[in-house]
């Protein structure tokens, strides 16, 4: 067993509530947002904190209507893995540098959740042309923009 | 200052050397690869090892050479960050699960590295159709198969 350990510390939270999404980051954090301007989608990286406790978890049974029988964690974007971190695409609908907030239009993040990183969304690092998926997963949406009205409630067979 | 802190742990290490590229994953997380195959890419979530210390830088010089003079970490894909964690999108070559060895063609990531997470990258969820980019960075390759034969020499002006 590696018992290397790091730290991460939050750099501000996701707010999903009545006044919509949005990215809020604190105050020390701010000035590294600087720059941001012009980019239309951002990586964030956000700490899954409802999911700390299941870090043991390695296999799931069929997430998805038409998986294997039993899938390994690292083959699902499921909330519950080793490392409890979330890798989400967001649109970036406007930034205030002051009050450090970033508007999207939607996250499946909780209200609350810890954001540990952001980064642009840079086509030559993140856009992949020749896209090759199992067939279990082949049918779902070729791009972030269509995956809002895709209908999912089919494709979830347990819930996690 | 927000004083929470969580911790995250190896789950394998980056191998860069003479026998290539690979991912070697710890025998104990082995198992959550299974149904890895069939995915063409594979998000890595990593530890910048060597850029511990760094973390209070939020700003730098103009790392690029049509970038503005200063620019926010969070604007960059610098490997200083408040949280040295790296996002990078490779190619699977072959997964060896007995011997828990994912082959890549290629990665930026020092020969040691460790790794954190491994997410298989889901267009649905990583691909974006229209993308947005501020000017200094407008004319970088549109896809992540373009980078590799880009001239990258002339757009780093302050060495990291």
């Given at each position: 067993m590696d018992t290397k350990t790091f730290t991460v510390n939050p750099i501000g939270y996701v707010r999903a509530g009545e006044e919509g999404f949005y990215l809020e980051i604190a105050p020390e954090y701010r000035p590294a947002l600087k720059g941001l301007e012009g980019f239309g989608h951002l990586n964030v990286l956000w700490w899954l904190h409802l999911y700390d406790e299941y870090r043991e978890v390695l296999e799931c049974d069929q997430p998805y209507r038409l998986a294997p029988a039993k899938l390994g964690i690292f083959?699902?974007?499921?909330?519950?893995?080793?490392?409890?971190?979330?890798?989400?695409?967001?649109?970036?609908?406007?930034?205030?540098?002051?009050?450090?907030?970033?508007?999207?239009?939607?996250?499946d993040a909780e209200d609350g959740s810890p954001i540990l990183d952001l980064k642009p969304y840079h086509p030559c690092e993140d856009r992949v042309r020749d896209v090759a998926l199992p067939d279990w997963c082949a049918h779902w949406p070729q791009w972030v923009e269509d995956a809002a009205t895709f209908d999912w409630s089919a494709e979830f067979v347990n819930a996690q």
């Amino acid at each position: 067993m590696d018992t290397k350990t790091f730290t991460v510390n939050p750099i501000g939270y996701v707010r999903a509530g009545e006044e919509g999404f949005y990215l809020e980051i604190a105050p020390e954090y701010r000035p590294a947002l600087k720059g941001l301007e012009g980019f239309g989608h951002l990586n964030v990286l956000w700490w899954l904190h409802l999911y700390d406790e299941y870090r043991e978890v390695l296999e799931c049974d069929q997430p998805y209507r038409l998986a294997p029988a039993k899938l390994g964690i690292f083959a699902t974007r499921s909330p519950v893995r080793p490392n409890p971190i979330a890798l989400t695409t967001v649109a970036v609908l406007s930034i205030d540098h002051e009050r450090g907030i970033i508007r999207i239009p939607y996250t499946d993040a909780e209200d609350g959740s810890p954001i540990l990183d952001l980064k642009p969304y840079h086509p030559c690092e993140d856009r992949v042309r020749d896209v090759a998926l199992p067939d279990w997963c082949a049918h779902w949406p070729q791009w972030v923009e269509d995956a809002a009205t895709f209908d999912w409630s089919a494709e979830f067979v347990n819930a996690q």
